[in-house]
């Protein structure tokens, strides 16, 4: 064999091996930015969150009309298979008066849903937030009985969890009901609806109407700071109740607005071992990691705010601020798969770091406590999801489904 005979097919035979080569990688069409330590998970940018976690649980997120009009459409598809509607069955938005009901958006949602196999959690069936303030008052202005609220409350439940009977596969039945103070016999909130009721049966009557209008829907009771200790303790106390009550419920909503250092795991794994003890199930219906952290020390040489605290100034989303996000989310990510055997539901609240709910709230705007509004702050963007703002994936991302 001469020289030239030999190049050619050393040269052919190089050039086989790069084609088979650049093959494998197509196929297995790495992302540069995936993380690399100790990978088990076969990353493939064609699956999404939904796929890595078939296994394991649903993944959702809150929808609004805006997400499923916009391009966030194509990324919920691709990612979820599950969704809320941020607001659209709110009680306030859904039923603004007693004959009015605003069935457009949620409807939509419904359609979008169903037409894409993708389940659907009904939020919420009785909150103090977004109220349909209409049943408050009686018929001639008067502060309304107890008897005609939960009437009300039972027409609407009928009407909306009845109108999406079979459609919807769980319902946060009542929304925040528990007191955050610290004083440990303070368990509930005392809302318009606790004041009226002189108590708290307006809950365990949201559940049975609750049931009744949708029996195979699973019921949920949803709330915030779940896993801080005194009010672990008192949801802890009030699904008691409604367990020896024998009243229908399936399981706690922990909505999971968190912090890059709350929870610590060991108070969410405290939270996850109460409540399934009692038997239920746990859904994480909110999730977000905000990047604003509260500060009360005074920055020198700056004048202390309204409250005595100061905001804290805060540079952004740092690379540290990234990394800790990322060990807050793969602590808690970790945490759910070994429990996924309680755990039937893991929702982000907002789609991507584009449009959070927790932007630039702080500064004196409202917005409810899940939200941290009462503690002063710099008012800046919360960066709290896996997707940023240009809706790409984030280390965060990669942190999950890296496992
Ligand atoms: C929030 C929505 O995201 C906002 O758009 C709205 O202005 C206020 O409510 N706990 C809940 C959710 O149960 O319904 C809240 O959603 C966030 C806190």
Same mark, same amino acid.
């Given at each position: ?51 890595? *976690? ?8 809150? @929808?609004?009309? &805006?997400?499923?009009? $916009?391009? %966030?459409?194509?990324? /919920? ?86 109108? *999406? ?8 039945? @009542?929304?925040? &009901?528990?007191?955050? $103070?610290? %004083?440990?016999?303070? /368990? ?216």
């Amino acid at each position: 064999m001469d020289f030239s005979t030999v190049a050619k097919k050393a040269s052919s035979g190089l050039l086989f091996l790069t084609i088979a080569l650049m093959a494998l990688s197509f196929v297995q069409c790495t992302p540069k930015h995936q993380v690399t330590s100790s990978t088990t998970t076969l990353i493939n940018p064609d699956k999404g969150l939904k796929d890595y *976690y078939r296994d394991y649980f649903p993944i959702g997120v809150a @929808v609004s009309m &805006a997400s499923l009009h $916009g391009p %966030d459409s194509a990324l /919920i598809v691709k990612e979820f298979n599950s969704v809320t509607p941020e607001n659209d069955m709110k009680m306030g938005p859904i039923h603004p008066s007693e004959n009015v009901y605003n069935w457009k958006n949620a409807d939509e949602i419904v359609d979008f849903a169903t037409s894409h196999h993708i389940k659907i959690r009904g939020h919420n069936l009785c909150w103090h937030n977004q109220e349909a303030a209409w049943m408050f008052k009686g018929p001639n202005g008067e502060p309304v009985t107890k008897e005609l609220l939960l009437q009300r409350l039972k027409n609407h439940i009928f009407t909306v969890a009845g109108r *999406y009977k079979g459609k919807i596969y769980a319902w946060d039945v @009542v929304n925040e &009901a528990v007191d955050d $103070g610290d %004083d440990t016999t303070q /368990i509930y909130r005392k809302s318009n609806w606790y004041k009226i009721c002189n108590g708290p049966d307006f809950i365990e009557a949201a559940f049975r109407y609750a049931h009744e209008a949708d029996p195979d829907a699973k019921l949920y009771y949803n709330d915030y700071n779940s896993e801080h200790p005194v009010k672990r303790e008192k949801i802890y106390k009030l699904l008691k109740k409604l367990i020896e009550d024998h009243v229908p419920i399936d399981g706690v909503g922990m909505q999971a607005h968190w912090k890059l250092n709350d929870p610590s795991p060991n108070d969410l794994r405290k939270a996850l071992d109460e409540v399934t003890s009692l038997g239920l199930k746990v859904q994480f219906t909110e999730m977000d990691i905000t990047i604003r952290l509260p500060k009360s020390t005074p920055a020198p040489g700056t004048a202390p705010a309204a409250g005595g605290a100061m905001p804290t100034p805060e540079a952004g989303y740092t690379p540290e601020v990234e990394a800790k996000q990322i060990a807050q989310y793969k602590m808690a990510f970790d945490i759910f798969r070994q429990y996924r055997h309680f755990i039937t539901n893991v929702t982000f609240w907002n789609v991507s770091d584009r449009s959070s709910w927790l932007d630039w709230r702080g500064g004196g705007l409202t917005g409810g406590a899940a939200a941290g509004v009462n503690t002063p702050r710099e008012v800046r963007k919360a960066y709290p999801l896996l997707f940023d703002e240009n809706r790409q994936r984030k280390k965060a991302y990669w942190s999950v489904v890296n496992f």
